[in-house]
């Protein structure tokens, strides 16, 4: 029963996470999934949603290791071409252009039908 308390516990914090992301408050919805990843490190939408905040705010390095977990971890593909995409645009934002190209063909691979992602990148 603990690991199902853990769980509704991450998922209030990921909510209250994206809450201040879509407020445009990085530092505060990092801190909401720093918290929802450390009740529940295996869920990739958190690991995602703080890379994207921490590139928001900045941190591209540790964004890039973010997408990298939600990479990772995700089985659904359209999430993962989504992160695979994200992770694009910061390498592109860094001027690391052909590892960003390696990640966006990645994520068009995956979902071809779907490449909304290309958007924040390029």
Not at 33 to 43: F, G, S, V
Not at 79 to 86: K, M, N, V, Y
């Amino acid at each position: 029963m603990k690991e199902w308390d853990d769980v509704e516990t991450s998922s209030y914090w990921f909510d209250v996470g994206h809450d201040f992301f879509m407020q445009a408050k990085y530092a505060e919805s990092i801190a909401c999934l720093t918290e929802a990843i450390r009740l529940n490190p295996k869920y990739a939408n958190s690991w995602g949603l703080k890379g994207t905040a921490l590139h928001y705010f900045g941190h591209h390095d540790e964004s890039l290791t973010c997408f990298d977990e939600a990479i990772r971890l995700n089985p659904d593909k359209d999430l993962l071409a989504l992160s695979l995409g994200l992770k694009a645009s910061v390498l592109s934002d860094l001027n690391r252009n052909k590892e960003s190209f390696a990640y966006l063909d990645r994520a068009i691979k995956i979902d071809p039908d779907d490449i909304h992602y290309l958007e924040y990148c390029c």
